[in-house]
């Protein structure tokens, strides 16, 4: 992997992990279109860039971690069980399903979810307007949601957005909430995987996983900012599309 490959795969991590099209989805497409072999330094650069998104929410959100906000970490904790569960269990079967078709029908499928939900969104009714106002029966409905990213391309920002706005959720209050159940995922998911491949790390060059890192963190931070003031205006229509088009052009292109 050369600088050019890690600051294109820093800029499509950091901008698609917190919105709902798939982080997972866009890398596995992005790394063939550059043709790019998903072997042991891909995986290790994944595993860096990863930890950069982390990162990047406890930037944005350093006062969430005060003491008087327990309550709401333990309900972070509620939603973050099931997938730590089934994740576990089902490690090598989800591993499988990581190809670019899947990835295709999963962005159209979720497509039409977030079409179908902004469709009977009756602002109203939605009567949470703060994350740390949701209840611990919310939180675990969040969780159970959050099952269905363990399929490539259903998007774990879409899951748990979507997951929030049915259990009563607004958007801005399903996509902060979104943000904080990045940390112990991402966590997770990026400890569990450097366990697994630290010897692969002894064969990288460590510049690229500087520079994605670096970059990653940059438009993560960047991106999440940018995206609660899009709530503020617009709805997820435009995802719900964008999602429909980009399997759509999937579909056409390994056909």
């Known amino acids: 992997m050369d600088i050019f490959h890690a600051i294109i795969l820093g800029i499509v991590e950091g901008f698609t992990e917190f919105l709902p099209v798939s982080s997972t989805g866009h ?101 949470v307007r703060k994350m740390e106002d949701l209840s611990y029966t919310q939180a675990a409905w969040i969780g159970f949601a959050q099952l269905f990213a363990l399929v490539p391309g259903t998007s774990r920002a879409g899951a748990t957005i979507i997951g929030g706005m049915l259990a009563g959720l607004d958007r801005k209050s399903s996509t902060e909430f979104s943000f904080l159940l990045a940390l112990p995922v991402l966590g997770a998911s990026s400890a569990y995987s450097l366990l697994k491949h630290y010897d692969e790390f002894a064969t990288t060059s460590f510049t690229p996983l500087i520079v994605g890192f670096v970059v990653a963190f940059v438009v993560a931070y960047l991106t999440m900012k940018l995206f609660i003031g899009f709530l503020e205006r617009f709805t997820f229509r435009a995802f719900g599309i964008y999602r429909i088009l980009f399997g759509l052009l999937l579909l056409w292109w390994i056909a």
């Open 27 to 127: 890398m596995i497409v992005v790394s063939d279109w550059l043709g790019m072999d998903r072997d042991a330094k891909h995986t290790a650069f994944e595993i860096i860039i990863q930890f950069a998104a982390i990162f990047a929410v406890i930037a944005n959100y350093t006062e969430k971690f005060h003491p008087r906000h327990f309550a709401l970490w333990v309900k972070v904790l509620i939603a973050f069980l099931p997938i730590a569960a089934i994740g576990f269990l089902f490690s090598d079967q989800i591993e499988n399903l990581f190809n670019v078709k899947t990835v295709a029908w999963m962005f159209i499928v979720g497509g039409i979810i977030f079409l179908i939900v902004e469709h009977f969104y009756r602002e109203t009714a939605h009567r």
